[in-house]
């Protein structure tokens, strides 16, 4: 019979035999101060395919980093198995800091923010002028989303053999977004390829576009086949002989020195996330006037200082009002 209280001895005590992980825990992390650097081509159910040096490499993340997860365009650094060889793989035990962001919410109720592509230079939206008809108020989405972010804007207008773009740039005029205007025939040629790579070279790009405006058929001629088998690899591991666009995926730009991200067809664009604030300072020439304006201003009331700041002559009232129409995008539905 087992006693108990003063009478116990090391005889009463149970034990675990064998535990494991007796050393004290520390918060000390390695540094992998010999880690390659690396660059995330496409993420795919836990795995990230990444390009170090000249290889396509397979890598998971560290449980080091805990919940910070890698996307498309992150600059990490790698250790493990480097080769590239069939079913190595290699870790990710570091993100470097991100000189850009493209966030989105699934919807504007949606409290989470999802980031899609980092450290992109610029956010190419491109939009059909027919087939399907423009949605002008998803492409102002895309643009405060791009201001937000840190991402400089261009417009790609496809299919102008069926509709003219006038109407749509007069949107955007006082904005000053650079643009190129596509038709499919340009597009078939190789025409356009040209004036839109200009706009590419030296580069990031990400690319964003609702279903049927053709955005994949743009990046499929801007990175042909003989370039696709630097990235071959990915396709082998996510399932897809082709690249469709159900996931972000990077890849060389042909022909310049730049990479291009193609990313899935959008539906919509929630902005919950979009702090007004951060949206007007792509504005240089109406952000020094919010000195004035309230805390928390919407840059849309009644005490707001940039409408004292135009009336002076310092900014065109052109300019406040896109600033105002692109802000009301997070309050309004995109069919308003």
């Not at 365009?73 to 079913?87: C, N, S």
């Not at 923010?113 to 423009?134: F, G, H, K, S």
């Not at 773009?165 to 955007?172: N, V, W």
């Not at 743009?218 to 082709?242: F, I, Q, S």
Request: glycine share 8%; with cysteine.
């Amino acid at each position: 019979m087992r006693r108990y209280g003063k009478h116990t001895d090391e005889d009463d005590i149970r034990t675990r035999p064998g535990r494991r992980n007796t050393r004290p825990r520390t918060n000390i992390r390695p540094k992998h101060e010999d880690a390659a650097e690396g660059l995330v081509l496409t993420v795919d159910r836990g795995r990230l395919t990444c390009l170090v040096e000249d290889r396509v490499v397979m890598a998971m993340k560290a449980r080091e980093l805990g919940r910070k997860a890698a996307v498309v365009g992150d600059r990490v650094a790698l250790v493990g198995d480097l080769t590239g060889k069939k079913d190595s793989l290699a870790r990710i035990v570091r993100i470097e800091a991100r000189t850009s962001v493209l966030r989105r919410t699934a919807d504007d109720d949606d409290p989470f923010e999802r980031v899609v592509v980092a450290n992109a230079d610029q956010l190419a939206v491109v939009t059909a002028l027919a087939d399907p008809e423009p949605r002008p108020r998803l492409i102002d989405r895309c643009l405060v989303a791009a201001y937000d972010g840190g991402l400089d804007p261009l417009l790609v207008l496809t299919k102008s053999d069926l509709a003219p773009p006038e109407k749509l740039l007069e949107l955007y005029g006082d904005l000053d977004i650079p643009y190129v205007v596509t038709s499919r025939a340009e597009l078939e040629s190789g025409v356009a390829l040209a004036r839109v790579r200009e706009q590419l070279d030296g580069k990031i790009t990400a690319f964003v576009g609702h279903s049927g405006v053709g955005k994949t058929t743009l990046v499929n001629a801007l990175v042909p086949e003989e370039r696709r088998r630097t990235t071959g690899h990915v396709n082998a591991v996510t399932g897809r002989g082709r690249h469709t666009t159900t996931s972000a995926l990077a890849l060389p730009l042909s022909g310049g020195d730049g990479w291009v991200i193609d990313t899935p067809g959008l539906r919509s664009f929630g902005l919950n996330h979009v702090d007004p604030s951060r949206v007007i300072l792509a504005f240089p020439d109406l952000e020094p006037g919010t000195e004035g304006c309230p805390r928390a201003c919407s840059h849309d009331e009644r005490d707001c200082a940039l409408d004292a700041w135009v009336a002076e002559g310092h900014a065109d009232p052109a300019r406040l009002y896109s600033l105002r129409r692109l802000l009301a995008t997070r309050e309004r539905k995109e069919g308003d």
